[in-house]
C-alpha cells in the first residue's frame, strides 16, 4: 500500500533541483550512491535518489547544460528501481517524463558519428559497467579523445569503454536520445 502522503511529499518538485556535483570526486560519490542502488544495497532515501537524478536531468536538459549526459546515464543505472521495484507509481511515471524528455529534445539532433553506442545495446548485466562511463564522463581533465583505457576512481579496469568510442560519442545527443528511447521501451 503507497502512503499518498509521502508519495506527495516525494514529488513536491516546487523549488528547483540541488545544485549537482562539481568537482570529480562529487561526481564520484554519487556515482557510487548510484551504483548501490542499482546493486540493491543502498541505505539512503533511494526514491528520493532517483527523483533527484530525474528532476537534475530534466533541469540540465532544458538549460543545455553539460552535464546532460552524467543524468542520463545515471538515471539508465538507477531508474529501474523504480519501474521494476515499483515502489511508487509516481516516481515511475517521473522517471519515464524525464527519459521521454531527453528522447524528444535530443533524438533529431545532427551529428557526424558513423555509429553509436545505443545502436548495439548492451545486455542489462553488462549495464552494470555502466558506472565506469559515469566515472570517466565526470573527469574533464581526461582528453576529449579518451576510449577509457585506464583504472576508474576505485581501482577497476573500465575496458568497456575501449575499441575506438570516445566521451564525444557517448555523450552525443543522438546516443543519449538512443539510450533514453531504449529505457523507455524496457
Known amino acids: 500500500m ?15 533541483p540541488a545544485p549537482g556535483p562539481a568537482t570529480p570526486a ?3 560519490a554519487l556515482i557510487t550512491e548510484w551504483d548501490e542502488i542499482r546493486q540493491g544495497y543502498h541505505l539512503g532515501d533511494t526514491p528520493g535518489t532517483v527523483l533527484a537524478c530525474a528532476r537534475s536531468l530534466e533541469a540540465s536538459l532544458a ?32 522517471v519515464l517524463k524525464a527519459m ?15 555509429e553509436h553506442p545505443c545502436d548495439d545495446m548492451p545486455d542489462d548485466d553488462e549495464l552494470d559497467n555502466l ?23 576505485d581501482g577497476e579496469s573500465d575496458d568497456w569503454f575501449a575499441g575506438g568510442i570516445t566521451r564525444e560519442v557517448w ?8 539510450f533514453a528511447r531504449a529505457f523507455s521501451e524496457g
Do not use: K, M
Open 2 to 16: 503507497v502512503n499518498t502522503d509521502r508519495v506527495e511529499d516525494l514529488h513536491a518538485n516546487e523549488a528547483p
Open 26 to 28: 562529487e561526481w564520484d
Open 63 to 94: 538549460a543545455g547544460g553539460p552535464d546532460t549526459a552524467l543524468w542520463t546515464f545515471g538515471l539508465v543505472l538507477i531508474g529501474p528501481y523504480v519501474i521494476y521495484a515499483h515502489p511508487d507509481p509516481a516516481a515511475e511515471a517521473h
Open 100 to 114: 521521454a524528455a531527453v528522447e524528444r529534445t535530443l533524438g533529431q539532433a545532427d551529428c557526424g558519428h558513423d
Open 131 to 153: 558506472r565506469y562511463l559515469l566515472e570517466t564522463l565526470a573527469r574533464p581533465e581526461r582528453g576529449a579523445d579518451d576510449d577509457g583505457d585506464g583504472s576508474s576512481a
Open 171 to 178: 555523450a552525443c545527443p543522438r546516443n543519449l536520445a538512443g
